[in-house]
Every structure is written in C-alpha cells, then in structure tokens.
C-alpha cells in the first residue's frame, strides 16, 4: 500500500493565484516525520521542510506555508501569491522512526504556473 | 563545489556497456543513497551507506553495483543493463541515517539505455 499519496498529478495556476497541494500518509509509529521536496526542471530535489510527528503547529515560511493534520493524517502545502519561479514537481514524503532509514515518498504533484 | 554533485549529468548505454555514476557531498554527512526515478513512479531507494558500510539494498539487481569509498564520494558502477533501467538517478546524503535527517540531493543523471 502506497504510504504517502498527493492525489493531485498535475495542477495549473495563474500567477498570483493561491495553490494547495495535497498529501496524505500512512503509518502506524506514533514517531514519525514528514517532508516537503521541489524538484525543478534542473532535477535537483530541493529540502522545503520537515515536521515531526508529536509538533502539529502549522509553520509559514513567506509565501509557503504547511498544514499538519494528524486527525487526518494530512500534510498540505499552500503557496500563496504563487510566481513563475514555483513551476516544479513538489514531493511529500514520510519517514518512520522505526524504519528510518526508509524515505517514503509521493508520485509528486506537477505544478505550473502561467504568467 | 557546494552541495551534493554528480556527473555525468547525462549518459547513453548500450545494454552491454559497463559505466559510472559518480556523486560527491560536500556537506561533510555521513550518510549517502543512491534512488531511481521513473516516470510517475515513487522514487525508489536503491542503496544506503553509512561511514561507507553499506545498510540497506533494497532489492536491486545484481547489474547494479554501488561502492562507497568514503562518506564524501558515493558511486554506481553499471553493466548489462535493461532498456527499462533508464531513469533518472539521484544521489543523496544526510548527516545520519535516521527518519528525522532530511536527505539532500544532488541533480541527477539522466540514463538512457539504448
């Protein structure tokens, strides 16, 4: 069974438009952590953000913000005010305490933004 | 040189050819991975090294040969491969193993296997 699912494959946005991308996961450790990676045209993954398990406080960091829902076993991304410079594919991905040095990732969500 | 490196970026191979993909960190970890990345596919862990012992294989062929000098350079030796092996190959590292380390990766090279 897939563990991290981003149901949305692609999506488009006009610039400035806000964008959510979806992830779910699924674990049963209670120690758990999860991740956010941009993969731009270059190829290079790029580290957005990690959150543990035990902190659901949602964190902004300027346009980029994350909603942790442990009820729902969410992880989502919003970027606001999205830019040209956002096009990429973005990843979620989970790694378990127990197996940590398994990383679990999404098929990724395809973003573009139009100007 | 930041970051994690690799070359060559890209790379054509017949399925009889023997090459090498090479990966360098210059983030001073102590843990590295090679994963494939397929076209609407999870990207797979292949291998994981730590302080250049090898802990997990997840699987992979045989044609598929990882060495791991020291905990800087990481490479992938490659030989018989099958038309369906080419993907992208993205070398990462991290400070440690463990879930709570994000990995850090390089840019990938393109395989194609003619």
């Known amino acids: 069974a897939q563990k991290v699912t981003q149901a949305q494959t692609e999506i488009s946005v006009v610039e400035k438009e806000d964008v959510t991308l979806d992830c779910v996961y699924e674990t049963r450790d209670t120690t758990y952590y999860l991740f956010w990676y941009k993969q731009p045209p270059s190829g290079e993954l790029v580290f957005l953000i990690r959150?543990?398990?035990?902190?659901?406080q949602n964190e902004i960091s300027g346009r980029y913000s994350w909603n942790f829902q442990k009820s729902t076993s969410s992880f989502n991304f919003t970027i606001t005010a999205s830019q040209v410079v956002d096009s990429a594919v973005y990843f979620c991905?989970?790694?378990?305490?127990?197996?940590?040095?398994?990383?679990?990732f999404g098929t990724g969500t395809s973003l573009t933004v139009i100007p | 040189e930041t970051g994690v490196t690799q070359t060559p970026r890209h790379l054509v191979m017949g399925m009889t050819n023997k090459k090498s993909l090479k990966c360098e960190q210059h983030l001073g970890h102590n843990a590295m991975y090679w994963y494939k990345q397929s076209a609407k596919k999870p990207l797979e862990l292949m291998f994981v090294y730590n302080f250049k012992e090898q802990t997990e294989n997840n699987s992979v062929p045989s044609r598929f040969s990882p060495e791991c000098p020291n905990s800087s350079h990481l490479f992938l030796h490659l030989h018989t491969l099958q038309p369906e092996d080419s993907a992208l190959y993205l070398c990462?590292?991290?400070?440690?193993?463990?879930?709570?380390?994000?990995?850090?990766f390089g840019p990938g090279t393109r395989l194609t296997v003619t």
């Open positions: 991905a989970l790694s378990e305490a127990d197996t940590g040095n398994q990383f679990y």
């Open positions: 959150r543990n398990s035990f902190d659901e």
């Open positions: 990462a590292s991290s400070l440690h193993l463990g879930g709570s380390y994000e990995q850090y």
